[in-house]
């Protein structure tokens, strides 16, 4: 397990994470487009990120009835969704204090609600892709990829 701090745009908003794994799942759903201003890309957490103790507490609020999303209340930076029936933590992998060598481990592991993915950006590689049909189906066995 690696433990990896993060923190938002303007440093007010600072928590840590634990993660077994370096797979990036990519979200093509249109909420998370709204959020991220394009692809979201995340790591899942293991267990809910832990503010510091330094920090202000992150603001949250429920974006549809699967998931909460929050955010730093200083600067609006996008900071964790929750998946809120099986508890689960997707971090942005942007915000986290990586090593370039830690940077180069990340793997594109599947791209989630392809169908809503606009034309005009593709991802390449060998990995999984799930509509938004599928991966809601997979959500009660926590496990994105197959």
Known sequence: MHIFKGRCLCGMSQFSVSLTNFDVYACHCTLCQKWSGGIAMYLEAQ??????????????FSSSPRGERWFCPGCGCPLWFELTSSARYFIPWTLLEMSEDERRRLVLAAEIYTETQPAFWGLTGQYARFSGAEIEAQDKSCLLTP
């Open 47 to 60: 267990g809910h990120p832990l503010v510091e103790d330094d920090s202000i507490a992150p603001s949250h």
